[in-house]
């Protein structure tokens, strides 16, 4: 099975800071990465899928990059709705489908 | 508009079973897989079952393969986990998820969830 390794498992980061977060795969995926974030009490949002396609309604400043084994979820200027805990999932070729560990925003 | 109902989650002891149940509305149910995803209180979520959208293809984490048995009514437009043999490490909130039909096939909808507790 692929395994999925994120990183970090938290930040802490002030708004208008840029944050990296970045997935790693056990073999290589392609680009068969999606994105979510999660919001405490609430389920999982939809934010990038295939690596890099941004969701309808999802803000630019999120972006999402790589393929192969290594990823990486950007948010460029990051904003007070933007703190939450943020997975990784891969889907490549047949489940089980991994996540991340998940990396949760914090503000500084 | 995509809406997701799940039911049946609860308190029950370990070895015991537990049936949940997941209403879909606003898309056309058997053309799209479904999954299960879970996530234990204070963890990671983590991927537990998917169904494809005729039914004809299932899978499972080892973590419940020979325990759980996902199915779906088309005709009802309902997902279902049967969850036999429980566990403490079983007790998570339970998604319901419509895996979009796109590359990468992304879970673009999820439920609100159902907590199910696994304890004496």
């Known amino acids: 099975d692929i395994q999925m390794t994120q990183s970090p498992s938290s930040l802490s980061a002030s708004v208008g800071d840029r944050v990296t977060i970045t997935c790693r795969a056990s073999?290589?995926?392609?680009?068969?990465l999606n994105w979510y974030q999660q919001k405490p009490g609430e389920a999982p949002k939809l934010l990038i899928s295939?690596?890099?396609s941004l969701q309808s309604g999802v803000p630019s400043r999120f972006g999402g990059s790589g393929s192969g084994t290594d990823f990486t979820l950007t948010i460029s200027s990051l904003q007070p709705e933007d703190f939450a805990t943020y997975y990784c999932h891969q889907t490549y070729s047949t489940p089980p489908w991994a996540f991340g560990q998940g990396t949760k925003v914090e503000i500084k | 508009e995509v809406n997701l109902l799940e039911s049946g989650g609860g308190l029950v002891q370990p070895g015991g079973s537990l049936r949940l149940s997941c209403a879909a509305s606003g898309f056309t149910f058997n053309k799209y897989a479904m999954s299960w995803v879970r996530q234990a209180p204070g963890k990671g979520l983590e991927w537990v079952s998917g169904?494809?959208?005729?039914?004809?293809?299932?899978h499972y984490a080892d973590s419940v393969r020979g325990r759980f048995t996902i199915s779906r009514d088309n005709s009802k437009n309902t997902l279902y986990l049967q969850m036999n043999s429980l566990r403490a490490e079983d007790t998570a909130v339970y998604y319901c998820?419509?895996?979009?039909?796109?590359?990468?096939?992304?879970?673009?909808?999820w439920g609100q969830g159902t907590l199910v507790t696994v304890s004496s």
């Open positions: 295939a690596a890099s």
């Open positions: 998820a419509k895996e979009a039909r796109a590359v990468a096939a992304p879970i673009d909808y």
């Open positions: 169904m494809s959208g005729r039914g004809d293809n299932t």
């Open positions: 073999q290589s995926i392609s680009n068969y």
